[in-house]
């Protein structure tokens, strides 16, 4: 290691496992390592053809990238395409219509199924409905929806006329809704009396009355979802979506919008600071979702069962609900509640229920289910899963194993095993990114434990030193992407200065993720946390994830969140935060056998210098870990921003721990 270093971030970890994908997989495999050369030797013809092969275009483009006024991009100049009309219809002139494209599985049990053809007559209902109450291509609505099919429904007819759809998660308070609201200058908000959750009915119109209380907001009207049959009270604005929507008709002909037309604007999650209303537009973000789809996934859509477990109130929810899994044709499952509800085996009763071929989820739920013990998963056949996903942040190897091990080995009740696990992908990108930016490709990629590994066909991703220079393997630095691509974020919605400043400023003509990242021996990427977590020690550049990994990789730790706080001597020591797995041993010191745990596993250096055992850590509604709000208690400051957290009590029970 060296002494002092500043540039780049110290390589800590020393992965070495790996897992090729078996014959059987390489031979039906969608996906075949040619692409990557030919989309190196030809970027933007790559994409021109994927473009071109993924989505049904009403009048080609006559220009794959105008790059003219960088950083903003315009992808397939030109060209004309409806989004709603790819996703549905066209699968419906195709003889697909009787197929099904959503089972929707209700928290309480219920369940309904959408064939593409009813899908899009519902779409199209909910077009004119939404047209006849005045919203025209350009205007902006605002969704504020449980997971439920009218979430799907509400986008894609939104797409379908060009409005312009801002979902907000529906967990989210009557303040961040309206501050969305007033952001976007909605004119309409769909949204349900309310949903369900562990067993009873949760109300979500109460929250948008509230914000919609106080006037000076741009709303028209409001439509509600009847879904739990509890009573709301009403307003003007309010009509019913049963009364509006499915008695509206069901003829609807969709023309195709400018390639650059906006689709929709998304706000980031909020780990770093206040949210950023993200701008999507759609011939480009349409062409990477699907592709990324169809390809990390391995999809064979005539075959497959899809489910991403994301709610539509993030971009994983945007991109691989709404949007790419449709435009790909597939079958998908859309799940209303949480993974607990009525018991802790939901999830995985739904895999049984529904032979799940592909499931999608992230690195927090796969953490949770450890903590729950592997007998759950292994009561159940999940011998249909052939593909493994991960999202949101780094997957630490332990859970990645775990994840390959009790998931993807199942292959039957009674712990029965698979010879040949199902491949985990890692995916990361961001809400900016619109789509996956570094996975492996499973029937090509021989994937490691805890890397994201390598960038899609057609990325340009590169890990840099301080200066903007490339770093070798081995070394840590800044992920950048030095192309635009098809998905890419437009702007900030209402500020074009933020835009430039948060992504374009830091390293000349190059993208700036946000994200530290290293590269190891094999030239494979490793997310190492936001770089604004980095910590100082004595001159080595630490990662969290890092040090998260090998405490998450003792068998006392269940969860672990690791910040830099300031220290005169060290000018940062290392802070870790645990949720312990199992009760230890009477006796046992656990913050010493922790600490001498990490000192082993990466070095000295590395070891924390305060472990506080808690009982909860703050995540974000998308269940990312708020690093800050913790960097902000080691430093005995008042915490930040904590709007987006999901749990509001977490912090007040950590500040407590830490005063004991
Ligand atoms: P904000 O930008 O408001 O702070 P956010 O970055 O959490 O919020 P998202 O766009 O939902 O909002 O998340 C993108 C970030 O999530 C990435 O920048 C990265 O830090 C993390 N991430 C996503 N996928 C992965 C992954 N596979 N591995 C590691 N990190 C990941
Ligand atoms: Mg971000």
């Not at 494209?101 to 309904?112: S, Y």
């Not at 986008?155 to 060009?162: K, S």
């Not at 009477?586 to 082993?600: C, I, M, N, P, S």
């Amino acid at each position: 290691m060296p002494e002092s270093n500043t540039s780049t971030i110290d390589n800590l970890s020393h992965e070495t496992r790996s897992f090729a994908p078996s014959a059987e997989f390489v031979a039906h495999a969608i996906a075949k390592p040619e692409q990557y050369e030919a989309a190196t030797a030809d970027r933007l013809g790559y994409w021109a053809d994927q473009a071109r092969k993924n989505l049904t275009w009403d009048a080609d483009f006559t220009e794959t990238l105008d790059w003219s006024e960088a950083p903003v991009a315009k992808w397939f100049v030109g060209g004309k395409v409806n989004a709603a009309y790819n996703a549905l219809d066209r699968h419906v002139e195709a003889g697909l219509g009787d197929r099904v494209a959503i089972h929707f599985e209700g928290e309480p049990g219920d369940t309904r199924s959408y064939t593409y053809a009813q899908l899009t007559e519902a779409v199209k209902q909910a077009a004119n409905a939404f047209e006849s109450l005045g919203v025209a291509k350009g205007d902006r609505v605002a969704v504020y929806l449980p997971m439920i099919p009218e979430a799907v429904i509400t986008m894609l007819a939104c797409a379908r006329i060009g409005a312009i759809h801002s979902v907000v998660f529906g967990g989210f308070s009557a303040d961040a809704l309206r501050s969305r609201i007033d952001d976007g200058e909605a004119k309409l908000v769909v949204t349900a009396d309310g949903t369900f959750r562990r067993g009873k009915p949760s109300a979500l119109k109460p929250a948008v009355d509230e914000a919609l209380s106080t006037p000076g907001h741009t709303v028209e009207n409001v439509l509600v979802v009847k879904r739990n049959g509890e009573d709301v009270n009403w307003t003007s604005l309010d009509k019913w979506w049963h009364e509006a929507v499915e008695t509206a008709s069901t003829e609807h002909t969709a023309v195709g919008h400018d390639s650059e037309h906006p689709l929709f604007v998304l706000y980031t999650s909020g780990t770093t600071g206040k949210p950023k209303g993200i701008i999507h537009t759609t011939g480009g973000y349409l062409t990477q979702a699907s592709a990324t789809h169809r390809d990390t996934f391995d999809l064979h859509p005539e075959s497959d069962v899809f489910w991403c477990t994301a709610d539509v109130g993030w971009v994983t929810g945007h991109s691989y609900v709404a949007y790419a899994p449709l435009i790909n044709g597939a079958t998908q499952i859309m799940y209303e509640g949480t993974p607990d509800s009525p018991h802790q085996g939901r999830w995985w009763e739904i895999v049984e229920k529904y032979g799940v071929t592909i499931l999608y989820t992230a690195p927090t739920a796969i953490r949770t289910f450890m903590k729950w013990g592997r007998s759950i998963p292994d009561s159940y056949d999940l011998s249909s899963l052939r593909v493994l996903g991960s999202v949101g942040e780094s997957i630490n190897p332990e859970a990645w194993m775990w994840y390959r091990d009790v998931i993807g080995t199942n292959n039957g009740k009674n712990g029965e095993r698979k010879e040949h696990p199902a491949p985990i992908v890692d995916t990361w990108w961001q809400t900016e990114t619109g789509a996956h930016m570094i996975a492996p490709l499973p029937g090509v990629t021989a994937t490691k434990p805890g890397s994201a590994q390598t960038p899609v066909p057609g990325i340009t991703v590169d890990v840099v030193d301080e200066m903007g220079v490339s770093v070798a393997n081995g070394e840590g630095g800044f992920l950048v992407i030095r192309d635009p691509w098809p998905g890419m974020l437009r702007g900030i919605w209402g500020d074009m200065d933020r835009y430039k400043d948060t992504y374009w400023s830091r390293f000349e003509g190059m993208y700036f993720a946000g994200d530290g990242a290293k590269r190891d021996e094999d030239g494979d990427i490793w997310l190492l946390g936001r770089v604004d977590d980095v910590m100082n020690v004595s001159g080595h550049r630490l990662s969290t994830t890092e040090i998260e990994s090998s405490l998450v990789a003792h068998p006392y730790v269940a969860e672990a969140a690791v910040v830099g706080a300031k220290d005169e001597t060290t000018g940062e020591a290392v802070v870790a935060f645990v949720i312990l797995q199992i009760e230890p041993p009477e006796g046992e010191d656990v913050v010493a056998t922790l600490r001498a745990h990490v000192g082993k596993d990466i070095g000295p250096i590395a070891k924390p210098r305060h472990i506080l055992v808690v009982p909860e850590l703050p995540k974000t509604r998308s269940g990312k870990i708020m690093r800050r709000l913790l960097k902000d208690v080691a430093e005995g400051r008042e915490v930040g921003d904590a709007t987006t957290l999901a749990d509001n009590t977490v912090m007040t029970q950590i500040a407590e721990s830490m005063r004991k």
